[in-house]
T-cell receptor
Framework: QKEVEQNSGPLSVPEGAIASLNCTYS??????FFWYRQYSGKSPELIMF????GDKEDGRFTAQLNKASQYVSLLIRDSQPSDSATYLCAVNLSGYSTLTFGKGTMLLVSP | GAVVSQHPSWVICKSGTSVKIECRSL??????MFWYRQFPKQSLMLMAT?????????EQGVEKDKFLINHASLTLSTLTVTSAHPEDSSFYIC???????????????FGPGTRLTVL
């Protein structure tokens, strides 16, 4: 059974700090990895995706992928109170269109 | 990213009635659309996957006769909740995925969601 695990949190960080969100997955056949942000009462919003080992940077966000260890992480630099949300990790198997979502990590950035 | 709209954004209905929710991809052709349900403080639950012009594939435990999905075009999918009951009250979210450039990695773009309340 495909599983995506995330710590539910909340992860609390002060404004300006780096927030580190982690995700592990069980299926070694996973090919693409996604990070979504979901504000309370809203639908998920795609932040970024990664498919190769290593780091991928987009503004204040950096996704890190380590397929050998089966984990993917999201770093948020210079965290802002507006970053407070639930962050969902999602994984896609090659050849399949569906995504398997983790249950999300709640991030709280305090001013 | 791509834009997906959903209509209505919220709906209140009486028990026993049917409700139709529309999902549209506005600026790209969505070969596949997905319907999710999310209860308060819980994770997304995939209900079904639909491909344009074919029958939807439902996840285990989702009643296909109760949740009717139609994906008649590359930009429109509809979910009809038939004979709705209070336990169907939830946040229904659609997403759309395209194929080929620039969407080559099965990225899903979500609509804003529809909050259904059944009295």
């Amino acid at each position: 059974q495909k599983e995506v695990e995330q710590n539910s949190g909340p992860l609390s960080v002060p404004e300006g700090a780096i927030a580190s969100l982690n995700c592990t997955y069980s299926d070694r056949g996973s090919q693409s990895f996604f990070w979504y942000r979901q504000y309370s009462g809203k639908s998920p919003e795609l932040i970024m995706f990664i498919y190769s080992n290593g780091d991928k940077e987009d503004g204040r966000f950096t996704a890190q992928l380590n397929k050998a260890s089966q984990y993917v992480s999201l770093l948020i630099r210079d965290s802002q109170p507006s970053d407070s949300a639930t962050y969902l990790c999602a994984v896609n198997l090659s050849g399949y269109s569906t995504l398997t979502f983790g249950k999300g990590t709640m991030l709280l950035v305090s001013p | 990213g791509a834009v997906v709209s959903q209509h209505p954004s919220w709906v209140i209905c009486k028990s026993g009635t049917s409700v139709k929710i529309e999902c549209r991809s506005l600026d790209f052709q969505a070969t596949t659309m997905f319907w999710y349900r999310q209860f308060p403080k819980q994770s997304l639950m995939l209900m079904a996957t639909s491909n344009e012009g074919s029958k939807a594939t439902y996840e285990q435990g989702v009643e296909k006769d109760k949740f009717l999905i139609n994906h008649a075009s590359l930009t429109l999918s509809t979910l009809t909740v038939t004979s709705a009951h209070p336990e169907d009250s939830s946040f229904y979210i659609c997403s759309a995925a395209g194929t080929g450039s620039p969407y080559s990695y099965n990225e899903q773009f979500f609509g804003p969601g529809t909050r259904l309340t059944v009295l």
